[in-house]
């Protein structure tokens, strides 16, 4: 069994420029202690590697307006996402790997690296209902256009404010805190985060699968 699939070639959902998705981790498991061993989707520019999208500005195909870009991070003197984009997205980029949707064992965790809004509806569901479960997030949940993703994926938020707009659209979330910040009301901790005491992975925990699972919000202190 090979250990990645390409299972999408096509226009961004966002822009319309060319991207790919990849699932890795089907044979080989992952090796991220937080997430424990599940495969990872991957959504890339086509054409360059991200180290040089995120330069250019083509990661905008892939992560639409999240605050975290870095082009836009600078710019608003926010903290960069924490994908080191040189290690593993870099090398997903550059290995080939043939074209189909897998039927996997594990579950999957959506966005690894990218927006899985970028992709089409139809394809992220397949992959989904082809895993043993799975956990997702997007930046885009402001856009009434991917409101169907509410049902795959959390709203990321990054303040109170966002938190509040994307629960009134129908969203559950997942909010980033600092450390001096408290829980909202019909918020929890995130189980496999330090300040839960790493109570589980979330393989083995799952809550983070939009309005499929019937639970609270999730929130985390920013690492």
Request: aromatic share 6%; with cysteine; glycine share 8%.
């Amino acid at each position: 069994m090979s250990n990645g699939a390409t299972i999408y070639n096509g226009p961004s959902q966002i822009n319309g420029a060319d991207i790919k998705a990849v699932i890795t981790g089907i044979a080989v498991d992952s090796q991220n202690v937080k997430t424990g061993p599940m495969a990872q989707l991957w959504i890339l520019a086509a054409n360059e590697r991200p180290t040089d999208a995120a330069k250019s500005g083509a990661d905008s195909a892939v992560c639409g307006e999240c605050p975290h870009r870095p082009l836009l991070a600078k710019a608003n003197n926010v903290k960069e996402c924490y994908v080191n984009l040189g290690q593993a997205p870099n090398g997903v980029y550059k290995t080939q790997y043939d074209s189909d949707i897998p039927v996997t064992k594990k579950a999957l965790r959506l966005g690894a690296y990218g927006e899985p809004t970028a992709l089409p509806f139809e394809i992220v569901k397949s992959a989904v209902d082809n895993a043993q479960g799975h956990t997702g997030y997007t930046h885009q949940w402001h856009n009434r256009k991917f409101r169907q993703f509410q049902s795959l994926l959390m709203a990321s938020v990054d303040s109170p404010i966002e938190a509040v707009d994307a629960q009134s659209m129908g969203w559950r979330t997942f909010r980033v805190r600092k450390p001096t910040d408290g829980l909202m009301p019909g918020e929890i901790n995130c189980p496999a985060s330090k300040e839960s005491g790493f109570l589980t992975t979330c393989d083995d925990c799952r809550l983070c699968a939009g309005t499929s699972r019937k639970a609270k919000n999730i929130s985390i202190i920013e690492h």
